[in-house]
């Protein structure tokens, strides 16, 4: 029966359905699908730095999901409300228990062809003041 177990295992990663530990499972339904680097907008992108925010985001099975990496123990921190329509990705942190949910500003970023631009925006869609344009680029490689 071990042996069964691991077999089917091995046949799911291989066939994309299960990724091993650190990796994000590779979805041809969408380009959003897989482990992203959140980082300014000037970044170069040759030299990620330590300095950054990486996502993983499974668009399907429905309905779409998006998680904080925690980059120490690879645990999945999901967002309180992902969307994302094929253009626009809508991220929306979960509020502290003395925080409305409303209050928090959403992360909308617009998909470009190869990656995607934008920041923080208020419930409206106005930009959040002083905050910084950012992109995210797809991660080369699995966390950290």
């Known amino acids: 029966m071990a ?16 990724a091993p530990v650190g990796q994000a499972r590779q979805d041809s339904t969408g380009p959003a699908a897989g482990l992203w680097h959140l980082v300014a907008k000037d970044t170069d992108e040759q030299n990620i730095p330590e300095h950054r925010m990486d996502l993983r985001l499974y668009p399907s099975p429905a309905p779409f999901r998006a998680v904080i990496v925690n980059r120490v123990t690879l645990e999945d921190i999901p967002y309180a409300v992902a969307t994302f329509d ?31 631009d934008g920041g923080y925006v208020d419930g409206d869609g106005k930009a959040v003041p002083r905050a910084v344009a950012l992109k995210l680029i797809r991660a080369k490689s699995p966390c950290p």
Request: net charge positive.
């Open 3 to 18: 042996k069964l177990t691991g077999s089917l295992l091995a046949l799911a990663v291989s066939l994309g359905t299960l």
């Open 86 to 116: 094929g253009r626009t990705l809508r991220l929306q942190m979960r509020a502290h228990a003395e925080q409305a949910q409303a209050s928090i500003a959403w992360l909308e970023m617009k998909w470009n062809g190869t990656r995607f």
